[in-house]
């Protein structure tokens, strides 16, 4: 078992930034995979960015060049920088980690194994 927390969102104006982190703890296999999907209200939840321990990084094609996604494999945590933020990137951002081989490309299409409770992300016109 897996537990994820995330923390860092709120509310900023269009243009700002913010830091999101999320901490992994448990069970938490050599080879791994983390990352952050987002999900606004109507909307069907969505990739934003993932990250392996082994340094592989995909991102959606409208944050490429704002987001960056780093870890820190000794701390089992993942952030988020998000910068130049837009009204459009108002949601609730999901921290989600999975393990294992093909977990590299499985969290890019469907998500990981364990999904934290999510933290809001509200960009003001």
């Known amino acids: 078992q897996v537990h994820l927390v995330e923390s860092g969102g709120g509310l900023v104006q269009a243009g700002g930034s913010l830091r999101l982190s999320c901490v992994a703890s448990?069970?938490?296999?050599?080879?791994?995979?983390m990352g952050w999907y987002r999900q606004a209200p109507g909307k069907q939840r969505e990739l934003v960015a993932t990250?392996?321990?082994?340094?592989?990084?995909n991102y959606r094609d409208s944050v490429k060049g704002r987001f960056t996604i780093s870890g820190d494999n000794a701390k089992n945590t993942v952030y988020l920088q998000m910068n130049s933020l837009k009204p459009e990137d108002t949601a609730v951002y999901y921290c989600?980690?999975?393990?294992?081989?093909?977990?590299?490309?499985?969290?890019?299409?469907?998500?990981?194994?364990?999904w934290g409770q999510g933290t809001q992300v509200t960009v003001s016109s």
């Open positions: 989600t980690y999975c393990s294992g081989e093909a977990c590299r490309d499985e969290i890019v299409f469907r998500g990981g194994d364990y």
């Open positions: 990250l392996s321990n082994s340094g592989v990084i």
């Open positions: 448990g069970r938490i296999a050599t080879i791994n995979a």
